[in-house]
């Protein structure tokens, strides 16, 4: 990690949104020259849609496929941002999954899903402020079975601020993620019969 990095993990919440930006524009630049470098891990990512379209695996399969790209490009990343244990800001914004995500989540945990019978699309700010159905102290109750798209997410911001609402909302901050294992993601929700994507809450509304 550079020194200018380093010295703005440690500089405290950055409340200037222009000023913040930037820096997070840094991290994120810094951050693609290291996965630029890791030429297996990229190859990999762009061979997931057609392992996901064309392979012969269960749908539990082809999530471990894509959870195994997206694990290893956020310890790739893992320097560059914000993100820590305890940190559940991005635990109370909307959260959608798929149905195979779901059964894996209620198979896991115990806790009975609701199937819904059709694709349910919400609104971004749908469940803002409203916790994860498995956020327990600030904690996710199910971290090793949780879904892509907990996974993926990370923040180059220098703090959670920025990952809070109505901030979160307010001002675009830079993001990465794997391309192809989104597409993969995006493949897997409709070969379900659900045929696409709806709230974790939606699946647990208890």
């Known amino acids: 990690m550079n020194d200018n990095i380093e010295a703005t993990r440690g500089a405290g919440a950055v409340l200037d949104p222009q000023r913040a930006i930037a820096e997070a524009t840094q991290r994120r630049d810094a951050c693609a020259t290291v996965l630029h470098s890791l030429s297996a891990l990229g190859k990999e990512d762009d061979q997931l849609l057609d392992a996901v379209q064309n392979g012969h695996l269960s749908a539990r399969a082809k999530l471990g496929k894509v959870y195994k790209v997206v694990d290893a490009f956020n310890e790739a990343t893992r320097q560059f941002v914000a993100c820590r244990e305890g940190c559940s800001a991005c635990c109370k914004i909307a959260v959608s999954i798929t149905l195979p995500e779901a059964q894996a989540l209620a198979a896991q945990t115990g806790r009975k899903m609701v199937a819904p019978t059709r694709a349910i699309r919400r ?42 609402a109505p901030q979160c909302y307010e001002h675009d901050f830079p993001m990465a993620e794997p391309h192809g294992a989104v597409l993969a993601h995006q493949e897997i929700a409709k070969q379900s019969s659900l045929r696409g994507f709806a709230d974790i809450r939606d699946f647990f509304p208890d």
């Open 123 to 164: 609104r971004d700010d749908a469940f803002t402020g409203t916790p994860c159905p498995f956020l327990e102290n600030n904690q996710c109750s199910a971290y090793k079975v949780r879904p892509f798209v907990c996974r993926k997410h990370v923040s180059f911001a220098t703090n959670a601020h920025w990952c809070e």
